[in-house]
């Protein structure tokens, strides 16, 4: 089975979540056959989850049943789901028990508090190796989707649950969305081991979210940056979590200060800080900074996970061997994802990448060999002659100021959208300070807040409406 699954003790919890709810090993294994005799085989489902075991146990289950899934947010806005019907038409849709859209479309089946529908929609073919598709990282409504194979899942596990150390014993708290690859690989790499996943779609400043940690005895938490300014702000470190072993960090840069004082809590309190980097279209992790150079070399991403390889190239596509050099960093390994899917025809392409990928990030190696993100490669604005990075601004402002803040613009102008009306001139003055610009290349506005999808990472679309 799909990693591993009938080789753990049938009556281990695979996965428990904060309804109570559990799911043993065994009824996952039993399940998997039961999507099988209800769904035709090679079929096209849009699964839309929630953070609950049935959400895992469906998941699990058309994969192993070699079905594919279009993993979405339960909760996707009406005109966007619309949209993705129309273009990709799938056979069925499975949807939490109660959802709107099952008056809709005809029941086949319900289990663990989901509907299997059937659409009506004729079967599409779709290439052998397909094994699911997700949204592409950031994504506001695009159609386009990240093709994944079945090697991608097995090696995604393979890779996190080395560099992790990952037990049957680990007890991981799952608060990222099962649609958002990071979640996802959550579940993977903790199946892969025989672990027990606790799962839940609490808000993180509920009190019962942090009974439901303690009851469970979580031994490892994952967040993106957004993440860890709510627990920063919420006395985190006053907390008494003596089973809490492992905090792990990905979903984009964090500032500075704020890595470190996780990482010096880590390491003063027993525990492991370790920070990670990836996309969906490497299965979620590429990078690893280990727990013992979290202080010395905070920000940086590390190294490449087991069994893969980082590189960097120059504009002209020349592998760059020296330190201290930037080019857009690259990544090969068997989690490598097979290309994109921007409509339903799409589904029938093959591996476009072969297990190699340009990130789009620009980066640098240290002399230790450990790799640094300066930025995005269209991130950048060319103001009066000069190239500035926007991601780069944004560090400038969160080092000076606590607050929240995202830089678009064009090569005219550059947008400086922040939270708090008095920080306007100081703003201003820094950035004007930092990149020997004038003052009439930065325009400063005030917004209630950032927007930023349910990962925590900030949606520059909806900003550049505004531009």
């Given amino acids: 089975m799909i990693l591993n699954l009938d080789r753990h003790p049938f009556e281990k919890p695979a996965a428990v979540d904060a309804r109570g709810n559990i799911l043993t090993y065994g009824e996952l294994c039993t399940f998997s056959k039961e999507v099988a005799n209800n769904l035709d085989s090679r079929s096209l ?55 709107a859209l099952t008056e809709k ?15 009506g929609n004729a079967h599409c073919p779709m290439y052998g190796d397909l094994s699911h598709l997700l949204p592409t990282s950031g994504s506001t ?33 799952l608060v990222l969305p099962l649609y958002y690859t990071m979640g996802l690989s959550i579940v993977f790499s903790h199946l892969y ?15 019962a979210f942090w009974a439901f940690i303690k009851e469970q005895k979580a031994t490892s938490f994952t967040g993106v940056p957004y993440s860890y300014e709510i627990l920063n702000l919420m006395r985190f470190f006053r907390m ?110 093959g591996d476009e990448r072969n297990g190699y990928m340009k990130t789009g990030d620009l980066a640098y190696r240290d002399e230790d060999g450990c790799y640094y993100i300066v930025g995005r490669m269209g991130r950048f604005l060319k103001l009066f002659g000069m190239r500035i990075g926007l991601d780069e601004c ?14 678009t613009g064009t090569d005219e102008k550059m947008y400086v959208y922040i939270t ?33 999808n349910e990962a925590g990472k900030t949606l520059y679309s909806k900003l550049n409406e505004l531009n």
């Fill in 240 to 349: 008494d979590l003596p089973d809490l072993k492992l905090l792990t960090q990905g979903g984009g840069k964090m500032p500075k200060a704020l890595n470190l004082k996780f990482a010096e809590f880590c390491r003063d309190n027993g525990k492991k800080w370790i920070a990670t980097y990836g996309q969906s279209e490497g299965t979620a992790r590429m990078a690893w900074l280990p727990a013992e150079y979290a202080v010395d070399k905070v920000g940086s991403i590390g190294i490449a996970v087991p069994n893969g390889e980082l590189s960097l190239v120059d504009m002209d596509g020349n592998l760059i061997s020296e330190a201290n050099v930037q080019g857009e960093m690259c990544y090969r390994g068997k989690n490598v994802t097979m290309g994109y899917a921007r409509k339903r025809e799409d589904l029938m392409l």
């Fill in 394 to 407: 944004e560090q400038i402002i969160k080092a000076k100021y606590p607050v929240e803040c995202a830089c």
């Fill in 141 to 173: 409504g695009s159609p386009k989707l990240v093709r994944h194979k079945y090697e991608n899942i097995d090696a995604a596990a393979l890779n996190i649950s080395t560099f992790f150390e990952l037990t049957p014993d680990d007890r991981p708290l």
């Fill in 45 to 99: 489902v849009f699964m839309l989850t929630e953070n609950t075991v049935g959400g895992i146990a469906w998941i699990m289950g058309l994969l192993e049943s070699r079905n594919v899934p279009l993993i979405l947010n339960a909760h996707t806005e009406e005109e966007l789901f619309s949209n993705m019907m129309d273009i990709y038409r799938p056979a069925y849709i499975c949807v939490p028990s109660g959802n």
């Fill in 193 to 207: 081991v025989g672990a027990t996943v606790l799962i839940t779609n609490q808000n993180m400043t509920d009190r």
């Fill in 105 to 119: 479309y005809e029941a086949v089946t319900e289990a663990y508090g989901y509907s299997l529908l059937s659409t």
């Fill in 420 to 452: 708090d009306e008095n920080m306007v001139a100081g703003v201003k003055d820094e950035l004007v300070a930092k990149t020997k610009l004038v003052a009439t290349a930065f325009e400063v506005r005030v917004i209630p807040a950032i927007p930023k």
